[in-house]
């Protein structure tokens, strides 16, 4: 039943073997859009992801800073290319965070995103590209919109709340007493049980 009749192979890898994948395939991997650039902002990869949000297949060193057909700012004005967040990271040499915009594809639907531009850099620092990744943003702007819209309003309920904490700062210990006891006869609590 248990017999070593079988020959194990335990030789080395080549020692031209690679242990680790190409930077392109594992993109590829990644189900989010990713895609790079070189200093200059030309598309020198993107993997299906991006292809798939975008809705095009935008030309490796040609199209520059991102490959969406058009952009927006989430107010629906519209972001010029060499404004959009990657164009930025690069032009400026630092990493742009937090923004969200629009993607419009060649069939006119629009896609809100959040966009996580990265410098590529050398090993002495010289930036030598640059990498974004897109997350599709699943609220709508409009609800952002409409949350900070509700704000103020949330603000004015809260108000008659903190004038009732208030009265209740100013009132005496005696008084702070009496209202304790009716407050424990109300719910049969007893402070001698404790």
Do not use: K
């Amino acid at each position: 039943m248990y017999s070593d009749d079988f020959d194990y192979d335990f030789d080395a890898p080549d020692s031209d073997w690679n242990y680790e994948p190409s930077r392109a395939e594992l993109f590829r991997e990644i189900d989010a859009a990713v895609y790079t650039t070189d200093p200059d902002g030309r598309l020198t990869y993107y993997n299906e992801a991006a292809a798939a949000l975008w809705g095009r297949r935008p030309v490796l060193g040609l199209d520059r800073w991102c490959g969406s057909w058009r952009i927006y700012d989430t107010d629906g004005t519209p972001l010029p290319h060499d404004r959009c967040p990657m164009a930025v990271t690069l032009q400026e040499g630092h990493e742009v965070r937090g923004a969200q915009a629009v993607l419009e594809r060649p069939d006119g639907t629009r896609v809100a995103f959040m966009p996580y531009p990265t410098l590529l850099r050398d090993e002495i620092g010289t930036v030598v590209g640059g990498a974004n990744i897109l997350l599709e943003v699943r609220r709508p702007p409009q609800l952002q919109l409409a949350r900070e819209e509700r704000q103020p309003r949330e603000r004015e309920r809260e108000r008659p709340i903190g004038r009732g904490r208030a009265r209740l700062d100013r009132l005496s210990p005696a008084s702070l007493d009496r209202t304790r006891g009716r407050v424990a006869l109300a719910t049969g609590c007893d402070r001698s049980l404790a």
